[in-house]
């Protein structure tokens, strides 16, 4: 287990849960105790009963196996965080851990809870339209990448002629299912007045287009809820530094929402031409001798910090 200073939000009563498929993991911060239980709707509730009035339950992003906990919680009024994957690992890393096991793991993430409680962000359960806008989102990920692997094999030396007629076959297929998933993103926005809201919005912005827009939407739900570093951070845009000992290397960025920071790089290149207040910051940063990748990376963080800004100035107006 973790072993570190008492943290200042010692007080705090947080439970730390490791979650995988088949089970949970829980650690009590208040008792150092660690227990396990089956991932199943009945299983949680029970488990979670004796602990409602708690002030945190902390779990990650585990590819949606975290979902029955998170609603056996709320249904007990149960303040649930789902954090992020990748601020979590920085955070183990940060402090020197670096066993792994199911049950240090909840202890970590009971440690999480207790020196980030105030910026926690709570849990909500997601807008069916929501739901339904990210999973569209997230299968045109998956199709345009598809499509590129098969542009690269279309384009490389020594390919038949069948192959590269079947080749054809799977880009034009795939082209036809990308339009689709785009018409069917379209009408959800023109049937949801908050969807539709949030887009305009994000579009607003100079160098935001659709696909730049309606990524945010759907990867950074919690857009217009965080505070400037918080929202950098989820983008993957915050860079991290790297230091061992005596050794300092660049910063990097790393982690993030799964495929939101192309994104915003290619928006980020339209905003250094098109907006009337980062334009001039790209070019003095260029003047300045920074590499241009560095220069957009800058634009893109101050961008998904203006958009943060933009939607929780409209969401306050609602």
Request: aromatic fraction near 4%; proline fraction near 5%; include cysteine.
């Amino acid at each position: 287990m973790p072993q570190h200073h008492r943290p200042a939000n010692a007080g705090l009563r947080i439970l730390g849960a490791d979650v995988a498929k088949s089970h949970v993991v829980f650690h009590d911060s208040l008792t150092g105790r660690s227990w396990t239980t089956a991932n199943a709707p009945a299983d949680l509730s029970q488990a979670l009963y004796a602990y409602a009035d708690y002030d945190w339950l902390v779990c990650e992003t585990t590819g949606g196996y975290e979902r029955q906990l998170l609603e056996a919680a709320m249904q007990l009024g149960l303040t649930s965080c789902r954090a992020d994957a990748a601020q979590v690992k920085a955070f183990i890393a940060s402090h020197g851990g670096r066993a792994k096991t199911d049950r240090i793991d909840a202890a970590w993430l009971a440690r999480y809870g207790l020196e980030r409680a105030h910026r926690l962000l709570a849990w909500q359960t997601p807008d069916p339209h929501r739901q339904a806008f990210a999973e569209l989102l997230r299968h045109r990920q998956s199709l345009l990448a598809q499509r590129t692997q098969a542009k690269n094999r279309r384009s490389a030396p020594g390919g038949g002629q069948r192959l590269q007629a079947l080749l054809d076959e799977q880009i034009a297929f795939l082209t036809r299912q990308i339009d689709r998933i785009d018409q069917d993103m379209a009408d959800l926005v023109q049937a949801v007045p908050d969807l539709a809201r949030d887009e305009q919005t994000l579009r607003a912005i100079p160098g935001v287009g659709p696909v730049a827009a309606r990524s945010l939407i759907a990867l950074l739900p919690e857009l217009g809820r965080l505070g400037p570093k918080q929202a950098a951070s989820l983008a993957g845009l915050a860079p991290h530094p790297r230091e061992s000992g005596k050794l300092k290397g660049r910063r990097r960025m790393n982690g993030g929402r799964n495929g939101l920071r192309p994104v915003l790089f290619m928006a980020a290149l339209a905003a250094a031409r098109a907006h009337p207040s980062l334009s001039p910051v790209y070019q003095r940063l260029i003047s300045a001798g920074k590499p241009k990748r560095l220069a957009i990376a800058a634009i893109a963080r101050k961008l998904v910090v203006i958009a943060n800004a933009k939607l929780r100035d409209h969401q306050q107006l609602t």
